[in-house]
């Protein structure tokens, strides 16, 4: 919205700063911040009074989660709010890319909300149906893959592009709907399965995002794209206005949630955030460097795939709990040691698949 006013700039004033991605970016980064530190209070104080007893903790969990019990969830209402408010402020809004990346968030922060709702009222761990929520997903998913498509470049629509092999392309042609689908859904759900911790999955999600502002922002400019050999995808530079937005509320969120944790993020904020990333890989056609990025996040959805397969097959487990955080709950591991490794882990990924960009 800010950006209109460039029409004011007579070329070198003030508001010719509203040009440049990079200024915006550091606006949203702080308006987000801000927006967490303003109403987070506020909201916490609602939740806490609207839910009574939190968030229900599972019965066959670690023991040490027991002392967690009645700690209000939703708590992704605060990053969703601050994101929304700080992209909406900052971003050029005639962008469809940023259009397309707000409606999977919204969507999928919906979906989350409904889910942490039957879970707070009926006081129990079950939610909405797991087939609901994919079918829902997948659809959202589905009408997001179709929109990024009408506007890749021509060169690009419904091609794979490959991280360091950047000569190669894959078709997919009708397959890349489907495949775009699975990079979003499968994002959505491997975030949220992440967010078991206190602080585990949000570090995680800004560690991501400030990695996919990065690469939004190259792929976006024919000058950089050039220097590395990178697809160029006009106007998904943008993108790194939402993803400064994200971290700023991720921040601001972090806040409250840092051990002991005043609010849980729910499954509000999780779906919602890991649903932006995979939004965002498949807009910037960096659907395979997510996972690189997100390794943490595939992990923890791997472990949870393999012990209910394993265990449907064997009726033995691979893992002592699933998802993986929890298994090395089991082992002794102390909550702060193992969120903080699993930060430590996020950051060399992140190197690794910024490093991609380089290197051909």
């Known amino acids: 919205m800010l950006y209109w006013l460039t029409a004011l700039s007579d070329g070198g004033d003030f508001f010719n700063l509203f040009r440049y991605i990079t200024f915006r970016a550091g606006g949203a980064f702080l308006t987000a911040l801000i927006f967490g530190f303003v109403f987070g209070p506020t909201l916490i104080r609602v939740l806490r009074a609207k839910q009574g007893k939190g968030q229900p903790i599972r019965d066959d969990g670690p023991e040490s989660h027991l002392a967690k019990a009645g700690t209000p969830t939703m708590g992704g209402l605060l990053i969703v709010g601050a994101l929304l408010t700080s992209t909406l402020l900052w971003a050029r809004l005639d962008n469809p890319f940023i259009w397309m990346v707000l409606f999977v968030t919204m969507a999928f922060a919906l979906i989350g909300f409904a889910d942490d709702y039957a879970k707070v009222s009926k006081q129990n761990t079950a939610g909405v149906s797991g087939k609901v929520r994919l079918g829902i997903g997948f659809a959202i998913a589905a009408a997001a893959a179709f929109w990024a498509a009408q506007y890749h470049p021509e060169e ?94 991720g921040l601001g969120f972090l806040w409250y949630n840092a051990p002991p944790a005043a609010v849980f993020m729910g499954d509000t904020g999780s779906l919602a955030l890991g649903g932006a990333l995979g939004a965002i890989a498949v807009a910037t056609k960096h659907e395979i460097v997510l996972a690189i990025v997100g390794g943490v996040f595939v992990v923890e959805a791997l472990s949870v795939i393999i012990q209910v397969l394993y265990y449907k097959r064997t009726g033995k487990r691979v893992f002592l709990m699933a998802p993986i955080h929890h298994h090395y709950e089991k082992k002794g591991w102390a909550e702060p040691q193992i969120v903080i490794r699993f930060w430590i882990i996020s950051l060399i990924l992140a190197v690794i698949g910024l490093a991609t960009l380089k290197v051909r």
């Open 156 to 249: 690009l629509s419904n091609q794979l592009a490959l991280p360091v092999f950047k000569d190669t392309l894959l078709n997919l042609g009708i397959l890349f709907v489907p495949f775009a689908m699975i990079v979003i859904v499968g994002a959505a759900n491997a975030v949220n399965m992440t967010d078991g911790l206190d602080g585990l999955a949000i570090m995680p999600v800004m560690i991501a995002a400030g990695t996919f502002g990065v690469i939004a922002y190259f792929v976006g400019r024919v000058d950089f794209t050039t220097e590395l050999g990178l697809h160029y995808v006009p106007g998904t530079g943008e993108l790194a206005i939402f993803a400064a937005g994200l971290i700023g509320g």
